[in-house]
């Protein structure tokens, strides 16, 4: 199926280099039917909100049809939008009215793993072990007289062996829940496939793929042990995760299927790109899956993952950086996804949290590349720690004790009482209640107050795409001498140049010659001819 009138709203290909894009955790953003849970239609509705905010794309997280054991990264039909979020005409309606208003859209891939109620899967269990059909997937026979020991000592990211017995005695792997089997991506159908659901969902009209485990897909050759795990030594795996190699992450082998994904990307018009969530030993490995024959962007979690220090965000920035460099691509930066805790929370606790946050967001906004918020820090909402356990729904949660649900809770939009306008009026509760404080936290609770975080983040992206040395990602970090403690630096653009300094160090700090305050994200004492910038703060300077 074509659909040319789902064109993108420019022809810049290369509109990912510098893009903020905002990520939309679909059933948790909007509920426009009333059932509790977030849907295309509410992405619709609020479209106008995230273009007035000033972002440049979305990134929306699986909405296809999906048992949601895993918050939809558990796919049973890729082809097909599940009616918990609407239809494929809502997601058509949806994409033209973004494009429309200047917004692009990147759906999230999911091809590490389907769900067990995928036909593929479901037809591998019928099948008997050796058919053909469980070759689309990872069985293998176990260990042990009898085979019940698993194949090896692989465990899941959510904890538990990475492997499932079936009735027949087979094992199938599963690095993530046991409803999210491995495919084999050995397999040419399994390539194929996948071939075949890029270009439908280009097709449609998408800008771009986030592609979920990238590194994932390949697993090394006769599947060799780790050599420990938490049942052996109490040491989870999932430690390595960005420190070391395993051998189900990060082979070599799994740079052939993004060879062959870039020539169908490249085969469309108006620039369709693809980033990567992928974890890597070193910065040097992670970025071997970006440039022009393979992916376009990679996250950067180091720098999600720095301390509040100078020394650790300038340094994350630095590799970063130098990575970016030697690869010839932006980086792309990010404080919080639906995986971590948000960064209100983990920057401390209560206000020191929230005042930290501000002052990484304008940071990060200053740096050259691309940004991914997540929905809701542009209102400053901390984790919700106190979910009652009955209701958390993370897989994880189970296996583990840890829960990625307090990032997950709805949105709150306006009014005085919870869902705070998340659904329509006499609606369902939300499928995660949002705390009483969030009702001062609402979009229209913050809109149009001055100083607070969501007119922080408006301002920042007026100025991030209207100045010279922000709207692109030419513009080199220049690093300035400050005191200990404190970060600034410059980003020039021929006569124009804006400095960003960020006070970690505990103390207010005077400064002085970097030009005119055009942001801060706490308040500006005049001192002399300059500023004291308060502890964790932060403000952008504008010269011309
Ligand atoms: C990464 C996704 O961000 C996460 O939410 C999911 O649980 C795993 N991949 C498995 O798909």
Redesign the pocket.
Known sequence: MTTPHLTPPTTDDDWWRSAVVYQVYVRSFADSDGDGVGDLRGIREHLPYLRDLGVDALWL??FYTSPMV??G??VADYRDVDPMFGTLADFDHMITDAHALGLRIIV?L?P??TSDAHPWFQAALAAAPGSPERDHYLFADGQGPDGGLPPNDWES??GGPAWTRVPDGQWYLH???PA?PDLNWRHPEVREEFLDILRFWLDRGVDGFRI??AHGMIKAEGLPDVGFNSMTTGRRQSELLGKGRLPYFDQDEVHDVYRAWRPILDSYPGGRMAVA?AWAETPQRLARYIGPDELHQAFSFDFLDATWSADSFRKVIDTALTESTIVGAPTTWVLS???KQRHVTRYGDGPQGLRRARAASLLMLALPGSAYLYQGEELGLPEVLDLPDELRQ???FLRTGES?DGCRVPIPWDGELAPYGFGPPGGAPSWLPAPATWQALSVAAQTGVSGSTLELYRTALRIRHDHPALATDAGEVVWLDTDPGVLAFRRVAGPAALTCVVNLSGAPVTIDGYGTAIAASAELTPAGTGHVLPVDAAAWFDEH
Do not use: K, S
């Open positions: 997280t699986p895993d918050g990264y558990d999230d999911v590490n793993h990211i959510f690095l993530f829940d999210q979920d485990v969530e996804n639906h995986d993370d897989p994880a990625r």
